[in-house]
């Protein structure tokens, strides 16, 4: 099977007889835990040990070592979103990040192969900007309800009913509506990326898309007006106030910091709002006792990681698509070498005129969303 509007290569994904499904993933790919691989993973075992216990360890560690083999054999890296769980952001991810961070790096590394420890945009994105790399994504089922929500056909007919006015579009959608905007955005720089455009266009709306809860709560921070579409994170858009709330009864003190993707009544119920970085950045910097990451639930293992003396109080929502990204997944991709990307040429020249236009704008310092600021009647729902 084939996902079409990514032109990945065909292969034989999940196939495996009766009895190899019986074993665990490493040993039905004749990995064992020997003290081989005991020596080569201990010292990786050390970063994970407080959110990895010593009864899973065994059953990742065979996979990590042979993938971190595998990795020098094939030229490859493997770039690990902040939503992978622990031990592949942690054990086998040579880069970690943002979707866009991440594939920046790796086109300026010198290997010949990425393997996209994240979702179907996102590798096509590193494809667009490493065009002459392979590009794999382990697994064909991991797609994303919010670039699902929107078409290159929907853009060309939300342009066509409001022409003149420039296409702001997230970073997380395909190739394909990238290559039908004017410039691309990301939940850290959205309010930049908006005010920079409405004033180099001359106007005082844009069209932004395709997150819903994204457009409102920039809307509640610029006075250009938004005109945005229904598309929602099935992640995000499942916390409400009523959590919030509920994390505050229950965990007095505790700091929240939550992701612009989520309802502007979470975003206005918390106490810092900003992009995966930024959140991580705030822990960093101000190492609060008790604090909760309302975003996608692996995402604070990761940053528990790096900030051991934090206690985490997680309100877990997984993204089901993110999750199919397994060791086993990477490992079998390395292996075989498959689920190669590829973007159509001109799609991703227009798509790749969208990423740097925003490249090109100087970084702004970093800030938060303030939930007290509100701009009425300043966002238009399509």
Not at 158 to 177: F, H
Not at 210 to 219: I, S
Request: aromatic share 6%.
């Amino acid at each position: 099977m084939a996902v079409l509007d990514l032109g990945v290569k065909p292969s034989s994904e999940g196939s495996s007889d009766a009895g190899s499904r019986r074993l665990s993933p490493a040993a039905a790919r004749g990995l064992v835990y020997d003290a081989a691989v005991k020596a080569e993973t201990d010292h990786l075992y050390e970063i994970v040990r407080h959110v990895i216990s010593p009864l899973e360890w065994p059953a990742y560690a065979p996979l990590i070592a042979a993938i971190n083999r595998l990795k020098k054999e094939r030229d490859a890296v493997i770039l690990a979103h902040n939503y992978m769980t622990a031990e592949i952001f942690n054990c086998v991810g040579d880069f970690r990040g943002d979707s866009l961070g991440l594939a920046r790096e790796a086109a300026k590394v010198s290997a010949k192969v990425i393997v996209q420890g994240g979702v179907h945009f996102m590798a096509e994105t590193s494809k667009i900007l490493s065009p002459d790399k392979t590009v794999l994504i382990p697994s064909l089922k991991a797609g994303c309800s919010l670039a699902a929500s929107i078409t290159g056909a929907d853009v060309r007919l939300i342009k066509a009913r409001y022409p003149g006015l420039p296409v702001v579009t997230y970073v997380n959608t395909t190739a394909e509506v990238k290559a039908e905007s004017d410039i691309c955005c990301t939940s850290s720089n959205a309010i930049q990326v908006v005010e920079t455009i409405a004033k180099e266009w001359g106007v005082d709306q844009v069209i932004m898309l395709p997150d819903e809860y994204l457009a409102k709560n920039v809307a509640a921070q610029t006075g250009i007006k938004i005109i945005s579409w229904k598309g929602k994170c099935e992640v995000h858009e499942r916390f409400t106030a009523d959590d919030i709330a509920e994390i505050r009864a229950s965990h007095p003190g505790a700091i929240i910091l939550a992701h612009p993707e989520c309802p502007p009544e979470v975003v206005a119920a918390s106490d810092f709002t900003g992009s995966t970085g930024a959140m991580s950045d705030y822990v960093e910097d101000y190492k609060p006792q008790k604090v909760v990451l309302i975003t996608e639930c692996s995402m604070s293992d990761n940053v528990a990681v790096a900030n051991p003396d934090v206690e985490f109080i997680k309100p877990c929502n997984l993204c089901p698509h993110m999750k199919v990204i397994t060791l086993e997944a990477i490992y079998d991709a390395l292996k075989e070498m498959r689920y190669e990307v590829e973007v159509d040429p001109d799609i991703a020249a227009r798509a790749k005129q969208a990423v740097d236009a925003m490249l090109a704008i100087p970084p702004a310092p970093a800030g938060k969303f303030d939930p007290t600021r509100h701009v009425p009647d300043s966002l238009e729902l399509i």
